[in-house]
């Protein structure tokens, strides 16, 4: 048998090489982040204040700068609420249409239709359209022109009708949390391009009517705590991103107030009621539970936007976040090369009141809308559906297999870190 040897100061070179090779690699990674973010926000403040020159900028939703191919794969109602479309002109009384919510009709009725109140509200008030009934019955389930499915609650797939399905009938799967979170559990997610779009918030451009007040960031500071800038509040403590960890590593370099059973302080009644004690902080760490495509919950609408507060997100990627947020109107944990680093920004931001103002600018030009329906505020989920079915093409999708047509790869993992630099896991 042959053997060979390698000789010891040959591996020893391979192992410096190797090692020079790791840290060089470390060193333009953080060179990267701490100059390269600097200069992404410079150039994105700078294009944002080069637009408010003209109106055209905000009209039928041009300041997302989409693509013509992202355009083409909205839905009509979605060409509504995010491209801002006129509704069209139907004549309503022509068909009347039966929704009906499969199981778990009662488990969302508090929310959508209470309000988490004792009262009941029609959620077609303040709709474009009345022309829909909701149902509850099983027994409905021949007549109903819509099946809504509420994938949050159901258990797997044994729970869909099991009889023969009535040809006209649409199916809609609806879920408001993230992929890595409803009954099918796949960790692989392509988001199917949705014919209702039931977003937990949209962002608006302002009318001229509407731009008669400027942003009074003076008031806004003085209202807003000095003792302590990072709150988060949070209800739900399982992840699949890390959030907790990072959280834990920020607070050694800055304070953060934790509300919720997450945290050390409580908000009786969340979600039901507004945590109230949360609003006066001028920073909110919308951490998602999972890093997913177009995963944005009321974490951003509610508690950043609603309560006036800029929001520290870590969830779906910077690139999805301009095309649906307000411009300029974020910090997002990717752009930072650890806790440490994002700490020591939202400390400089803090005293540096003209470059803080900069995320509170977009308020001037835009305005945020919550349709979650927590909190007591008012939900258009059933309208959203009544809507669609009155306003889409009636064109049939079949999807032959709903896990490969679903899931595909678009949910990353969250962080780690590697010599103290931050890692987004893919």
């Given at each position: 048998?042959?053997?060979?040897?390698?000789?010891?100061?040959?591996?020893?070179?391979?192992?410096?090489?190797?090692?020079?090779?790791?840290?060089?690699?470390?060193?333009?990674?953080?060179?990267?982040?701490?100059?390269?973010?600097?200069?992404?926000?410079?150039?994105?403040?700078?294009?944002?204040?080069?637009?408010?020159?003209?109106?055209?900028?905000?009209?039928?939703?041009?300041?997302?700068?989409?693509?013509?191919?992202?355009?083409?794969?909205?839905?009509?109602?979605?060409?509504?609420?995010?491209?801002?479309?006129?509704?069209?002109?139907?004549?309503?009384?022509?068909?009347?249409?039966?929704?009906?919510?499969?199981?778990?009709?009662?488990?969302?009725?508090?929310?959508?239709?209470?309000?988490?109140?004792?009262t009941s509200f029609d959620p077609f008030e303040e709709c474009s359209v009345k022309n829909c009934r909701i149902t509850y019955k099983d027994e409905d389930l021949e007549i109903a022109d819509l099946v809504l499915f509420q994938m949050l609650f159901m258990l797997g797939a044994y729970q869909l009708p099991q009889e023969n399905r009535n040809p006209n009938q649409i199916w809609t799967f609806v879920t408001e949390e993230s992929p890595l979170y409803t009954f099918l559990q796949f960790s692989h997610y392509r988001p199917m391009d949705s014919d209702i779009p039931m977003p937990y918030g949209r962002t608006v451009a302002l009318k001229k009517e509407e731009k008669n007040k400027k942003f009074n960031f003076e008031e806004w500071n003085k209202r807003k705590r000095q003792d302590a800038l990072l709150v988060n509040v949070n209800s739900f403590c399982r992840e699949a991103n890390n959030r907790w960890e990072y959280v834990n590593q920020l607070q050694k370099?800055?304070?953060?107030?934790?509300?919720?059973?997450?945290?050390?302080?409580?908000?009786?009644?969340?979600?039901?009621?507004?945590?109230?004690?949360?609003?006066?902080?001028?920073?909110?760490?919308?951490?998602?539970?999972?890093?997913?495509?177009?995963?944005?919950?009321?974490?951003?609408?509610?508690?950043?936007?609603?309560?006036?507060?800029?929001?520290?997100?870590?969830?779906?990627?910077?690139?999805?976040?301009?095309?649906?947020?307000?411009?300029?109107?974020?910090?997002?944990?990717?752009?930072?090369?650890?806790?440490?680093?994002?700490?020591?920004?939202?400390?400089?931001?803090?005293?540096?009141?003209?470059?803080?103002e900069k995320y509170l600018e977009w308020r001037n030009h835009f305005k945020t809308i919550n349709e979650h329906g927590m909190f007591q505020s008012k939900s258009p989920h059933y309208c959203r559906v009544c809507e669609a079915l009155n306003y889409n093409n009636k064109k049939k999708k079949v999807y032959e297999n709903l896990n490969k047509s679903w899931f595909k790869n678009q949910c990353q993992k969250g962080w780690t870190t590697f010599f103290g630099v931050n890692l987004v896991l893919k």
């Open positions: 048998m042959l053997c060979i040897k390698t000789k010891p100061h040959k591996r020893k070179t391979f192992l410096i090489v190797f090692i020079f090779s790791i840290f060089s690699t470390i060193i333009m990674y953080i060179f990267y982040l701490k100059e390269g973010h600097k200069q992404v926000r410079e150039i994105f403040t700078k294009s944002f204040e080069h637009h408010h020159e003209g109106d055209e900028y905000y009209k039928h939703g041009r300041w997302r700068n989409l693509s013509k191919q992202q355009i083409a794969k909205f839905s009509e109602l979605g060409k509504i609420l995010f491209l801002e479309k006129e509704y069209p002109k139907i004549n309503t009384s022509d068909k009347n249409y039966t929704i009906l919510v499969w199981i778990y009709g009662p488990a969302v009725h508090g929310r959508h239709i209470q309000r988490y109140t004792n370099y800055i304070t953060v107030h934790r509300y919720g059973w997450c945290g050390r302080y409580r908000c009786p009644g969340y979600v039901g009621k507004e945590c109230l004690a949360a609003s006066r902080y001028k920073f909110y760490l919308a951490f998602e539970n999972s890093n997913c495509d177009e995963y944005i919950t009321e974490k951003l609408w509610w508690n950043s936007f609603e309560t006036r507060s800029v929001p520290i997100i870590m969830g779906t990627t910077p690139e999805i976040l301009n095309q649906i947020l307000p411009p300029h109107s974020y910090i997002h944990v990717n752009d930072y090369v650890n806790p440490k680093d994002l700490a020591n920004y939202i400390i400089h931001l803090n005293n540096t009141p003209s470059e803080l």
